[in-house]
């Protein structure tokens, strides 16, 4: 099995870049989806989300109120580290079974999509590093345009809240540029497919 990371700041297209990959074959593991699962009511990281960010936070008595919580740590980096110290071990965990579970399977790629690939170690876990870039005034628009109601402060905080993108050039196996248009983007990715076919089939001559 081969395990990619995908990575890239905030809206530089990882979630659309995970769709092409999906339609060729991949499974993809998302680490966005796993941080709000283990955050439902009742499970073991909701309650301590609530013991230390208190019961403000909840939208309906009930339910974490994601866009409040997102403004209170998103503006303070001590509260960020807070919430990571309790979300990211029990992200890190769900991921690692997940790849387990896929081994077993036999799965031939599999796709773990984490904005925090390189700050969590999920990179540790994985085959090749995929860095997703855009410019960044593409990533401010695109933001904007699909978080309703985001002003430029807090698209910057949010993006001022990840690894720099050089940071995480450094650390790339393969870069896709996502500043053009998607048919762009799906040509880069038609190209990295067809090398992981071409290796698929050098490794059965080699049989
Ligand atoms: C603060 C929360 C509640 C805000 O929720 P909201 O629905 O507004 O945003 P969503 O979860 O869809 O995240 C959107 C994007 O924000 C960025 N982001 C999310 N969490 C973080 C973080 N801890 N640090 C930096 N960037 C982050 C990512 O690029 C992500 O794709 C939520 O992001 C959260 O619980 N974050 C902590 C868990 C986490 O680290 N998730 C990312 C795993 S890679
Ligand atoms: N090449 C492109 N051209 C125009 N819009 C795009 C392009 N790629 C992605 N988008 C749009 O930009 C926004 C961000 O993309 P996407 O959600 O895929 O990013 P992401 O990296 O998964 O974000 P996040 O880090 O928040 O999970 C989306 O609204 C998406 O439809």
Not at 59 to 67: A, E, H, Q
Not at 120 to 144: A, F, T
Not at 162 to 184: F, H, R, T
């Amino acid at each position: 099995m081969k395990v990619i990371g995908l990575t890239g700041g905030i809206a530089s297209g990882k979630s659309t870049i995970s769709m092409l990959l999906k339609n060729r074959g991949a499974v993809i593991i998302d680490a966005d989806k796993i941080a709000r699962e283990i955050m439902t009511p009742g499970k073991p990281v909701w309650h301590a989300v609530i013991e230390h960010f208190g019961r403000e936070i909840l939208l309906d008595g009930k339910n974490i109120d994601r866009k409040k919580l997102g403004r209170i740590v998103f503006s303070d980096p001590k509260l960020l580290e807070t919430l990571n110290s309790i979300t990211h071990p029990a992200i890190v965990q769900e991921i690692k079974e997940r790849l387990d579970y896929y081994r077993h399977k036999n799965e031939k790629v599999v796709v773990v999509d984490a904005a925090l690939l390189l700050e969590i170690g999920l990179d540790s876990l994985v085959d090749e590093v995929w860095v997703v870039v855009v410019d960044e005034k593409n990533q401010l628009k695109r933001l904007m345009d699909r978080e309703k109601g985001m002003d430029l402060e807090e698209a910057r905080n949010r993006i001022r809240a990840q690894m720099p993108l050089d940071e995480k050039i450094k650390m790339a196996d393969k870069i896709i540029d996502n500043s053009g248009s998607i048919e762009e983007t799906e040509r880069q990715i038609d190209e990295l497919w067809r090398e992981i076919e071409l290796s698929w089939q050098k490794k059965l001559q080699q049989y």
